[in-house]
């Protein structure tokens, strides 16, 4: 019963951990931006105070531009930087 016990409260744990997005750094700059579903975006390009420059589109893509975002809306998930809350639709319209 105690291993038992152990097993499920390190199964936990671990899944816990796993789960929780981690907050965006100066180090995550360069990299790419995801959206929810894992497709790339565009990539991280700056990170000013409580705000985040990122270049949407890519280099040959029409439409690219660079936005500013809450820092809020970015996480970094297993060392991917996801866009979160923000529509596919939204990103592909620049709306």
């Known amino acids: 019963m105690i291993r038992t016990t152990i097993f499920a409260a390190a199964v936990l744990t671990l899944m ?3 789960a929780m997005a981690q907050t965006v750094t100066q180090a995550d700059v360069g990299n790419f931006v995801r959206d929810q579903d894992g497709v790339a975006i565009g990539s991280l390009k ?3 105070g409580d705000q985040a420059i990122v270049h949407l589109g890519f280099f040959n893509t029409p439409g ?7 820092l809020s ?4 998930d297993g060392g991917r ?4 809350n923000v529509p596919a ?4 319209s620049g709306g």
């Open 46 to 48: 700056a990170i000013q």
């Open 64 to 70: 690219n531009r660079l936005v500013m975002v809450p």
């Open 89 to 92: 639709a939204a990103v592909a």
């Open 73 to 76: 809306q970015l996480s970094n």
């Open 81 to 84: 930087v996801v866009l979160n």
């Open 16 to 18: 816990s951990g796993a």
